[in-house]
Every structure is written in structure tokens, then in C-alpha cells.
């Protein structure tokens, strides 16, 4: 099955810097690689995602890349603030059947310091 | 517009004692459903989905068990909690094609 590995654990920035998230994933057949922010004691909430027929897509201060022929996508947030503290979650969906179901990497717990 | 609901937000219970979390949606039909457990300072384990109702599959061998009695309804079971249970745990529903899943509002489970 899909396995989804997040680097690194923990993330500690000064603000306004840029902070980058990277996972890479087993099932060359996934197709679709979301991120989610986790804020304390909450519910995770997507904040980006991108389909395998994309390289790049951007939001604002948040982008995601993807590299299909290594298996690798990104996240990657410009001009942190404090705001942005949180456990952020990589994961990954595949084609088959209609399952729908994420894996999802270990999480990263970024700290934006003021 | 769509709206998932999980109950209780906290729990406390002791070794040996059962267990139910339920998870309801409204605002959609025929919803895939699921259950994540996040240990704590860990990430999100998939542990049950399902595509409707009475159909459950199960992602990690353990003495939980997952129903769906309804077609919005998803519940958590166990009939003997062990300490190794404890953690926060997250219903979710989605489309079921390969898009964005909504998460409840989660249930912390603590086994004494």
C-alpha cells in the first residue's frame, strides 16, 4: 500500500523567512497530493493541494511542487508570520476504486518565531 | 452546505470498558467516510473507511470495529479499550474520487 514519508519532524523559522516541508510517497499511481494545517487541539484544514498533472501551484505566501518521476512534493510557505505555527500534514491519494482515502505523512510542527 | 459532527469531544475511560464514537454528515448523499486516529505528537493513521452502507474496510488489525448503519452515519467501536487507544480521533468524509477530505471536529480518547 501507499506509504508517505514527511521530513522534517519539527521546523523552527524566524519570521518572514520561508520554510520548506518536503514528503516523498510509495504508489507511483497516486494522483493527487493535498497538505493539511493542524492548529492545536483542532481539526486538520487543507490549505493547498495538487493533481499529478501539475508541477507547481501557488496560493498566495504557499506553494506545492511536484515530482512525479522521483516521488517527491513539497510545501513551501514565503514570508512566515507567526500565524503559521502549526503541525502541517502532507499526504497522498491513489486512482484505484473509488476509496478516496489519504495517507498522510508523520506531520510537521513548524514555530514561526516573532 | 455540508456539515460533519462527532460526539463526544472528550472522553475519559478506564482499561477493560467500552467504546463508542459516532460521526454524523449532513448535506450530502452517499459520502465515503472515515476514521483517523492521531496519537499524540504523531501523525494521522487511517484505520477504517467506507464507500457506503454496511461496507467497512479495515486498514490496521487492532479491537476496534467501525459500523455504518446509515448512509451519513459512521460509528467507532471497541468492546475493551486498552491503553494503547488513547489518542485523538478524527472522522472525515469525502467525495470518493481522490480529493479533498472534511474532518470533524475530533474526539480525545484518554484510557486510564
Known amino acids: 500500500g501507499e506509504n508517505v514519508e514527511q521530513h522534517p519532524s519539527t521546523l523552527s523559522v524566524q519570521e518572514g523567512d520561508s520554510a520548506v516541508i518536503k514528503c516523498t510517497y510509495s504508489d507511483s499511481a497516486s494522483n493527487y497530493f493535498p497538505w493539511y494545517k493542524q492548529e492545536l487541539g483542532k481539526r486538520p484544514q487543507l490549505i493547498i493541494d495538487?493533481?499529478?498533472?501539475?508541477g507547481e501551484k501557488k496560493d498566495q505566501r504557499i506553494a506545492v511542487t511536484l515530482n512525479k518521476t522521483a516521488k517527491h512534493f513539497s510545501l513551501h510557505i514565503t514570508e512566515t508570520q507567526p500565524e503559521d505555527s502549526a503541525v502541517y500534514f502532507c499526504?497522498?491519494?491513489?486512482?484505484?476504486?473509488?476509496?478516496?482515502?489519504?495517507?498522510f505523512g508523520q506531520g510537521t510542527t513548524l514555530q514561526v518565531k516573532p | 452546505s455540508q456539515t460533519i459532527h462527532q460526539w463526544p469531544a472528550t472522553l475519559v475511560q478506564p482499561v477493560g470498558s467500552p467504546l463508542s464514537l459516532e460521526c454524523t454528515v449532513e448535506g450530502t448523499s452517499n459520502p465515503n467516510l472515515y476514521w483517523y486516529r492521531q496519537a499524540a505528537g504523531r501523525g494521522l493513521q487511517l484505520l477504517f473507511y467506507?464507500?457506503?452502507?454496511?461496507?467497512i474496510s479495515s486498514e490496521v488489525p487492532q479491537n476496534l470495529s467501525a459500523s455504518r448503519p446509515q448512509d451519513r452515519q459512521f460509528i467507532l467501536s471497541s468492546k475493551k479499550l486498552l491503553l494503547s487507544d488513547s489518542g485523538f480521533y478524527l472522522c472525515?468524509?469525502?467525495?470518493?474520487?481522490?480529493?479533498?477530505?472534511?474532518f470533524g471536529e475530533g474526539s480525545r480518547l484518554t484510557v486510564l
Open positions: 499526504a497522498a491519494s491513489g486512482v484505484l476504486g473509488n476509496t478516496g482515502k489519504l495517507i
Open positions: 495538487i493533481r499529478s498533472n501539475v
Open positions: 467506507s464507500v457506503g452502507i454496511g461496507q
Open positions: 472525515a468524509w469525502g467525495q470518493g474520487y481522490a480529493g479533498e477530505l472534511f
